[in-house]
């Protein structure tokens, strides 16, 4: 069936380095996705969306890019911090506003 | 922002029991709420949705008489693991959602379930 995935399943970075996730997603029909982080133990915290009507979104310190021709979904964290190692999930819409999430990638922050 | 609550957020089990897991909106009203499961590195994957006074919706291959979901109140919905083996073991989070749209969907603590 079709799937959101990710590309990298662990990514470490410098504190004050900028970081970027990647997801892959196979559904075109998708028309809404959105990024989370889960620190360890607890559930998903909602980051950032984005509707497949853009092509970018920024919020504080995280950007997301949408490229629709490739089916491709970017997070990039600007100035990471120690508080921003978690893992970190795309997930899609598909259909019946169910959300179908990626496989993960853990970013670690080294100091 | 709204708040989901679950509990307990921790339980073991023996093995052959029962283990209920609460659910709940505490500052809205919860048209919807979803049941997901996520094993160690693994992604979250849903169960069920359930709607307030109607039954659940199950995903394929997940087993409603093993997991038995109530969705009584608009602020509470109930997770049951029925008769547990230690297969069941896994991180449970609920979500609960106040509109129709998938961004309007808050998450829950999550509960580590461990069959023994």
Redesign the interface.
């Known amino acids: 069936g079709e799937s959101v995935g990710l590309h990298l399943p662990t990514l470490s970075v410098q504190e004050g380095d900028n970081s970027i996730i990647n997801c892959a997603y196979s559904n075109s029909a998708s028309d809404y996705f959105i990024w989370y982080k889960q620190e360890s133990g607890k559930g998903p915290q909602f980051i950032i969306d984005i509707r497949s009507n853009m092509d970018k979104r920024q919020g504080q310190r995280v950007t997301v890019l949408l490229n629709k021709t490739v089916k491709h979904l970017s997070l990039q964290i600007a100035a990471t911090q120690p508080g921003d190692s978690a893992v970190y999930f795309c997930a899609e819409n598909q259909g019946a506003q169910k959300l179908v999430f990626g496989q993960g990638t853990r970013l670690t922050i080294n100091p | 922002g709204a708040v ?1 609550s ?1 509990h307990p957020s921790r339980v073991i089990c023996k093995s052959g029991t029962s283990v209920k897991i609460e659910c709940r909106s505490l500052d809205f009203q919860a048209t ?1 709420m ?1 049941w997901y499961r996520q094993f160690p590195k ?5 169960m069920a ?1 359930s709607n307030e006074g109607s039954k659940a919706t199950y995903e394929q291959g997940v087993e409603k008489d093993k997991f038995l979901i109530n969705h009584a109140s608009l602020t509470l919905s109930t997770l049951t693991v029925t008769s547990a083996h230690p297969e069941d073991s896994s ?1 449970y ?1 609920c ?1 609960a ?1 106040i509109g ?4 309007e ?6 509960t ?1 379930l461990t069959v023994v």
Do not use: D
């Open positions: 989901v679950q919807t979803f693994q992604s979250l994957m849903l949705t991180f989070i979500s959602r129709t749209a998938a961004s969907a808050f998450f829950g603590q999550g580590r």
